[in-house]
């Protein structure tokens, strides 16, 4: 696991006894997170890539089963569970916006769950620019002409990206595609999450690092 999910784990499990101590649930000497130090912050060197290889990368993105979600992560500055549970009906694409309000993850014993963004920032709109428009344009008449050739084995789930039949996307799936895409084409390493900073490294070129903060919520 990593540093960050270490110190999570331990700061949850020192919750949950503590309270459980104040509770007389049991005996404060018998407290098992007592006398575990908690693991030391590291911290990590954070990979960005140059504009060059994001640029390089959304060509590549064409040759792709899941280009168009590398490329709208790259252009929104989306969170992977805001993008699988993005659908439609929070998509205006004659204004070119878009409403971050729905998360899709899978959970084991639950399999995929739909649930809130994270934070109360992180319910947001944002502004699509014209090439990202033009992505989805693309990508809902993938699905109209999907929906004509399949007919009844055509799953009409209301989500922007999914499966050619119409299911959802799995989150986990598109995470593996991508690191196996960084490795096949010698990319420099880049985590899928990292799309968020390569869209913040193109926006902070023409528009202000508060409208970016925003837009990443």
């Given at each position: 696991l990593s540093n960050t999910t270490s110190l999570h784990l331990h700061r949850l499990l020192r919750t949950a006894f503590n309270w459980a101590v104040d509770a007389d649930l049991i005996g404060a000497g018998n407290n098992p997170i007592a006398k575990v130090k908690a693991p030391k912050k590291v911290d990590s060197e954070l990979v960005i890539w140059e504009e060059e290889t994001i640029h390089d990368f959304l060509g590549l993105c064409d040759q792709h089963i899941y280009g168009d979600v590398f490329s709208f992560a790259i252009r929104t500055g989306m969170r992977r569970s805001e993008i699988c549970g993005l659908k439609w009906d929070a998509v205006d694409l004659e204004s070119g916006r878009l409403e971050v309000k729905a998360t899709l993850q899978r959970l084991k014993g639950h399999g995929l769950v739909t649930g809130t963004p994270k934070t109360e920032r992180s319910c947001r709109n944002i502004a699509l620019a014209p090439e990202t428009v033009e992505l989805l344009r693309d990508v809902r008449g993938a699905q109209i002409l999907a929906k004509m050739e399949l007919g009844p084995l055509w799953q009409d789930t209301g989500f922007v990206f999914t499966h050619p039949?119409?299911?959802?996307?799995?989150?986990?799936?598109?995470?593996?595609?991508?690191?196996?895409?960084?490795?096949?084409?010698?990319?420099?390493?880049?985590?899928?999450?990292?799309?968020?900073?390569?869209?913040?490294?193109?926006?902070?070129?023409?528009?202000?690092?508060?409208i970016v903060s925003h837009a990443l919520g």
């Amino acid at each position: 696991l990593s540093n960050t999910t270490s110190l999570h784990l331990h700061r949850l499990l020192r919750t949950a006894f503590n309270w459980a101590v104040d509770a007389d649930l049991i005996g404060a000497g018998n407290n098992p997170i007592a006398k575990v130090k908690a693991p030391k912050k590291v911290d990590s060197e954070l990979v960005i890539w140059e504009e060059e290889t994001i640029h390089d990368f959304l060509g590549l993105c064409d040759q792709h089963i899941y280009g168009d979600v590398f490329s709208f992560a790259i252009r929104t500055g989306m969170r992977r569970s805001e993008i699988c549970g993005l659908k439609w009906d929070a998509v205006d694409l004659e204004s070119g916006r878009l409403e971050v309000k729905a998360t899709l993850q899978r959970l084991k014993g639950h399999g995929l769950v739909t649930g809130t963004p994270k934070t109360e920032r992180s319910c947001r709109n944002i502004a699509l620019a014209p090439e990202t428009v033009e992505l989805l344009r693309d990508v809902r008449g993938a699905q109209i002409l999907a929906k004509m050739e399949l007919g009844p084995l055509w799953q009409d789930t209301g989500f922007v990206f999914t499966h050619p039949n119409g299911t959802p996307l799995i989150p986990d799936q598109i995470t593996q595609d991508f690191a196996s895409v960084i490795k096949r084409f010698d990319l420099p390493h880049l985590t899928f999450h990292g799309l968020r900073h390569a869209f913040a490294t193109l926006a902070l070129k023409n528009i202000s690092p508060k409208i970016v903060s925003h837009a990443l919520g």
